[in-house]
């Protein structure tokens, strides 16, 4: 191994992501086997870094606690955390969803957010068929630094969202809803054309896209916080 990268034959891990980044590097699990799995954290630990796995399957989750390596599996957002816990970014991401069924992509998010340092805030279930939901927990919401909106079937919350608070709103349409929402096509087109300002939009289901994105949005903040102190 180098400082560069590791090369694993199979894979080239990248181990200078944090240093151009500041998020350090993940892993998308589908696709490889456990063992390919096992090897590419343990190379990891070898050069002392973190490590996220997105997209994770309970079995390879049991066969990397099987490994012996301490990784901590939520099945629920399929993310597998390995390493230290982050230096704190110091913002707050409030992750909102329409509803329960779009609870999975946003806990990718909320669980991406928090292992990249993070202060997260999670807001379920206050899509627009009850607004009042939302309405009643818009204080919380606005004391975040970045809103993340989490929605299928039309994806109108994104664009509410975006009308309502200062912070930047990072949309993500989900493939959930009836035939015509074209397994997520229709909230991704809606969130596109939608007319409220500050709001920018990520591929369907792409939790961890956003949490990157808000992640990097605050620690530009705290760099130019840094700069003037």
């Given at each position: 191994?180098?400082?560069?990268?590791?090369?694993?034959?199979?894979?080239?891990?990248?181990?200078?992501?944090p240093?151009?980044?500041?998020?350090?590097?993940?892993?998308?699990?589908?696709?490889?086997?456990?063992?390919?799995?096992?090897?590419?954290?343990?190379?990891?630990?070898e050069?002392?870094?973190?490590?996220?796995?997105?997209?994770?399957?309970?079995?390879?989750a049991?066969?990397?606690?099987?490994?012996?390596?301490p990784?901590?599996?939520?099945?629920t957002?399929?993310?597998?955390a390995?390493?230290?816990?982050?230096?704190?970014?110091?913002?707050?991401?409030?992750?909102l969803?329409?509803?329960?069924?779009?609870?999975?992509?946003a806990?990718?998010?909320?669980r991406?957010?928090?292992?990249?340092?993070?202060?997260?805030?999670?807001?379920?279930?206050?899509?627009?068929?009850g607004?009042?939901?939302?309405?009643?927990?818009?204080?919380?919401?606005r004391?975040?630094?970045?809103?993340?909106?989490v929605?299928?079937?039309?994806?109108?919350?994104?664009?509410?969202?975006?009308g309502?608070?200062?912070a930047?709103?990072?949309?993500?349409?989900?493939?959930?809803?009836y035939?015509?929402a074209?397994a997520?096509?229709?909230?991704?087109?809606?969130?596109?054309?939608?007319?409220?300002?500050g709001?920018?939009?990520?591929?369907?289901d792409?939790?961890f896209?956003a949490?990157?994105?808000?992640?990097?949005?605050?620690?530009?903040?705290?760099?130019?916080?840094?700069?003037?102190?």
């Amino acid at each position: 191994m180098n400082d560069a990268d590791a090369d694993l034959g199979f894979a080239r891990l990248d181990l200078s992501r944090p240093r151009r980044t500041g998020l350090g590097e993940t892993v998308f699990c589908p696709g490889k086997t456990a063992p390919q799995l096992i090897e590419i954290l343990r190379a990891f630990r070898e050069s002392g870094q973190r490590v996220l796995g997105t997209r994770c399957s309970p079995e390879q989750a049991a066969a990397v606690a099987e490994a012996g390596l301490p990784a901590v599996y939520d099945a629920t957002s399929r993310t597998l955390a390995f390493g230290a816990p982050a230096e704190p970014l110091g913002g707050r991401v409030a992750v909102l969803t329409g509803g329960t069924a779009d609870v999975p992509v946003a806990e990718e998010a909320a669980r991406t957010a928090a292992f990249f340092g993070a202060e997260v805030a999670r807001c379920y279930d206050v899509g627009v068929a009850g607004l009042h939901r939302l309405l009643s927990r818009l204080d919380e919401v606005r004391a975040a630094d970045v809103v993340i909106v989490v929605a299928g079937m039309e994806g109108a919350l994104g664009s509410v969202v975006a009308g309502l608070v200062a912070a930047p709103v990072v949309a993500v349409p989900t493939s959930v809803g009836y035939g015509a929402a074209f397994a997520g096509l229709a909230p991704l087109l809606s969130m596109l054309n939608a007319c409220a300002e500050g709001l920018a939009v990520v591929n369907i289901d792409n939790g961890f896209g956003a949490a990157v994105m808000a992640c990097r949005i605050l620690r530009v903040s705290q760099r130019k916080a840094s700069r003037n102190g």
